[in-house]
């Protein structure tokens, strides 16, 4: 099998030789070293490639007479004329000079700017523009990529080696893709082929490719044409050279402070149009470090688009360091510009052109018209005009949009033979040719494909046979699903995530099984039972329920009856992790309190409008108190006895909880006055740039009687240094508590274990769990800090590694906690997983304990995403 996919390889190769016309050669240097990635553009044909690590290339043209562009950063642009005859590729070798730069001839002296500040200033005014310019484009997508392990923990590295892991070609993939824009935010990819070996560890470049260093930002980090630029970078001129006759001015992009959020490196502009000519870049992310390499071409006269891409990620995860080249080029470009903004102005600095821009702007202020007739004129503009013109023609825009809350469109589709393709079909359609070691690793590929196909016949057997088994020991440790039908499936929820361990019950052991039935609308309807044993108890409890999922893209909701017997914490909401209290239940502590009930209560919750959920509840309860079945745990018995179930309160003490028939209905509203969202693939995500504010109401009733109103606020600010402040705020009162026991109190988010998996914003870190729990009122503030640098973060070993620092206070107002709050110290992202904190506490401004605390990186879990970067307001 292997030689017959050798064999396909020189056929489709042969193929192209044969009966293929176009371009063939190798690009260097002036001292004969290979020049890889190289671009080559057709300028006629707004296609390209890119040349391969040996320096080669080869690109398949019609008969005809071309100008062939060939460009490498740092390097002298080449064009040459060339004529193509049908059935020959016609050989080109290139040498590319270094560049030579013309150094400029102005001294900064007196406190005059270096000349890149108003290049740059000029720059950042047209971003806006050049953002907008594009009506539409298609374009094919190119993308090639691998990946290598370079180190790994030493206890693993035998392991890793008898997994047959080859560190010269751990990771592989190619694909090309059709992709089309539509202004001002619609993107559409279709996959047309696709192979891969291996695993990218999620780090992937398409962030970059699917963004715009146009953007204000690019991947979490502020571009070098952001309007905060200068608030992030110093800029110097390296110098200007001349190309295809437009001079290009060479930028040196300096932090202001280095580390992450920010770039360095060179970018390049053109002088005039004040659009990208190329750059080179490098940040960090979380101590994984991307640099990247951008080419941009004039797809039309005044229409420069990026051509080629290429990224350098160095990661360090774990112990382990992957290294990972990808290499993507764009191609067959079809562009339509706007029309609105289809004209040539020049762009003054006020700084530099004072008089002028005097002048100019009374100009401005005489004119009428609409946006698009002032940027038409085709007159000078001051940037500061420029800016103000584009702000004002994208609000108009937005205003006649469908959606004007979209901020962005995404499709993508991978076609039905895209991960069929033959070895024929790549050698044709791949725009970059293989060197002789990447043939080698992708005859490799084939045969590992081969044996795949071996082992998922085997493996396929082994399924049948193991369809035969129902239930096995694994899958009741570890749960199972079984298909139903076309859209029904069962689900059975092992015991390993369910079993806890507590001073009422002891050993308690918990599953759930469900049916799961996906409807015609689209919507899904489950029910099912959560049984729940005490080996202390020696009893069975149980509840059922039946949910009806609405999975409207845009319409979400949910409605839910549930009931049975079963056991509840007085903090509904859970005081403490079951995991955690049953590590700590070990070594003679419990800090999970039950009582029992039975119960039927229902909920509703839908989005009514973006930007507006609504929920209602209700549940009727006969409450029953318990008392512990287990005196200790498992060590130091003599010395740790467990405390009483019932929770100690400074409002009410301990008293027993007696047997009661209550009934509680509330309800509840969330409001986004600032909606923004994306869509992709259909599904609207929001984003995190809105304020949230919610009202809540619960009403008790039967052997209670209180209505209890709450409204509150979470915001999280991405400050303009990089650094990021969340602040929560919460208040409530009992506006009647003539009647009510414990379970109806007010609780707060406490914590009393070294070990926690409690939210870093929302938390307290040493408050007790019920101590202070109200049945007044209540004022709740929460202010959590992350510093971009601090004190260690201020080493560049420290902020490389992606550590955090951390400063919150916390803060508790009731009648009896004494104005208590906390003050705290942190260190985030310890290896990726773990964060640590010093607290101090106070009441009424004395010190009363300090603490140190464990727990999972608030980073885990972050996307790159923009949505989870923006500011957001929660109640």
């Not at 099998?1 to 260097?28: H, P, V, W």
């Not at 992310?285 to 350098?312: D, M, N, R």
């Not at 560049?796 to 955090?804: D, E």
């Not at 101090?840 to 980073?859: P, V």
Request: charged share 25%; with cysteine; hydrophobic share 35%.
């Amino acid at each position: 099998m292997l030689k017959r996919y050798t064999f396909l390889f020189l056929l489709g190769l042969c193929s192209n030789i044969l009966f293929a016309s176009g371009i063939k050669g190798t690009i260097t240097d002036q001292n004969g070293m290979p020049l890889p990635s190289a671009t080559i553009f057709i300028q006629k044909e707004a296609t390209g490639t890119v040349s391969n690590e040996d320096g080669y290339y080869e690109i398949n043209l019609t008969p005809g007479t071309y100008k062939v562009v060939y460009q490498f950063i740092g390097y002298e642009t080449v064009v040459e004329a060339i004529v193509v005859t049908r059935g020959t590729k016609v050989t080109q070798d290139i040498i590319l000079n270094e560049q030579t730069l013309e150094l400029q001839t102005i001294e900064v002296l007196d406190g005059r700017e270096n000349p890149a500040y108003t290049i740059m200033r000029k720059a950042i005014a047209k971003a806006e523009y050049h953002r907008q310019q594009i009506e539409s484009y298609t374009a094919q997508i190119y993308i090639k990529g691998s990946g290598r392990l370079l180190k790994s923990p030493f206890l693993l590295r035998k392991a890793i080696e008898k997994e047959g892991i080859d560190s010269t070609s751990a990771f592989l993939v190619e694909s090309v893709s059709e992709f089309s824009y539509q202004r001002p935010n619609t993107y559409k990819e279709r996959v047309i082929s696709i192979r891969k070996q291996g695993d990218d560890n999620s780090i992937s470049p398409t962030p970059y490719i699917n963004s715009s260093f146009y953007d204000p930002e690019i991947v979490s980090a502020v571009s070098p044409l952001s309007p905060r630029a200068f608030g992030y970078y110093k800029f110097e001129l390296i110098g200007s050279y001349f190309e295809r006759g437009v001079e290009i001015n060479q930028i040196k992009v300096i932090p202001r402070s280095k580390g992450e959020g920010v770039y360095e490196g060179t970018i390049s502009i053109v002088e005039d149009l004040w659009s990208i000519h190329s750059l080179k870049l490098k940040t960090y992310k979380l101590g994984i470090s991307f640099e990247i390499s951008q080419i941009y071409a004039p797809i039309l006269e005044t229409a420069w688009l990026p051509v080629t891409h290429q990224f350098f990620i160095d990661a360090k995860i774990f112990g382990f360091n992957f290294v990972y080249n990808y290499l993507a080029t764009a191609s067959d470009y079809k562009v339509e510009l706007n029309p609105d903004l289809n004209v040539d102005f020049v762009v003054i600095d006020e700084n530099i052109d004072k008089e002028l821009a005097e002048d100019l702007a009374k100009k401005q202020k005489t004119k009428t018209g609409s946006i698009e007739e002032k940027i038409a004129s085709g007159e000078e503009l001051t940037r500061k005009d420029l800016r103000k013109m584009m702000k004002e023609y994208e609000k108009e825009d937005r205003k006649e949009q469908e959606e004007p809350k979209m901020t962005e469109n995404r499709s993508m589709e991978i076609d039905s033979t895209a991960q069929n393709r033959d070895t024929a079909f790549w050698a044709k359609i791949r725009p970059v040719p293989l060197t002789k070691f990447e043939v080698k690793s992708y005859q490799k590929v084939d045969s590992l494909a081969l044996v795949e196909v071996e082992n998922d016949t085997i493996a396929t057997e082994k399924s049948k046979k193991k369809k035969e088994r129902v239930l096995g020991l694994s899958d009741i440790i570890f749960g199972k699903n079984y298909s139903l039908g076309k859209k029904t499936r069962l689900a059975y929820k092992g015991l390993l995530l369910n079993t806890q361990l507590n001073a009422v019950e002891g050993l308690a052991l918990a599953s759930e099984l469900g049916v799961f039935h996906s409807l015609e609308n689209k919507n899904e309807l489950s029910y099912g039972i959560i049984p729940r044993f005490s080996f202390s108890r020696e009893k069975v409890l149980a509840k059922g329920y039946i949910e009806y999922k609405i999975l409207d893209k845009f319409r979400k909701g949910k409605i839910r009856l549930e009931g049975g017997r079963y056991v509840s914490e007085f903090n509904e909401s859970g005081a403490i992790s079951p995991l955690i209290n049953s590590l700590y239940y070990i070594f003679g502590e419990n800090y999970i309190k039950l009582y029992e009930k039975q119960f039927l209560s229902g909920l509703f919750e839908k989005r009514v409008v973006d930007g507006l959920s609504l929920n209602f509840h209700g549940e009727y309860a006969r409450r029953h108190g318990l008392e512990n079945s287990v005196d200790e745990g498992w060590f130091y018995k003599e010395k740790k006895q467990f405390e009483p179930n019932t929770p100690e309160n400074i409002e009410i003490g301990n008293p027993p909880l007696e047997t009661q028939d209550v009934f509680v209905v509330g309800g509840g509203l969330e409001w986004k006055p600032w909606v923004r969202y994306k869509i992709n693939n259909g599904v609207k995500i929001f984003q995190n740039i809105s304020p949230i504010f919610s009202l809540n109401y619960k009403k008790g009733l039967g052997d209670v009687d209180y209505d209890f109103i709450e409204v509150g606020g979470k915001y999280t600010w991405r400050r303009f240094d990089g650094s990021r402040m969340d602040i929560k705020l919460a208040a409530g009162s009992f506006l009647n508590n003539e009647s009510l026991t414990l379970p109806d109190f007010k609780h707060f988010p406490g914590n009393q274990t070294i070990l926690t998996v409690s939210d870093p914003v929302e938390n307290f870190r040493l408050l007790d769990y019920y101590e202070y729990s109200t049945k007044d009122k209540y004022l709740q503030v929460h202010i959590h800090h992350q510093f971009r640098k601090l004190l260690l973060t201020q080493m560049p070993m420290v902020w490389m590694s992606g550590l955090k620092e951390n400063a919150f206070v916390n803060y508790l107002a009731t009648p009896n906690a004494q104005n208590y709050f906390e003050l705290g110290y942190g260190l985030d992202n310890i290896f990726k997983i773990f964060r640590v904190e010093l607290i101090s506490s106070f009441q009424d401004f004395e010190y009363q304990e300090l603490g140190f605390r464990i727990s999972i990186a608030s980073m885990i879990g972050v996307s790159s995403d923009d949505g989870n970067n923006s500011i957001s307001i929660s109640f």
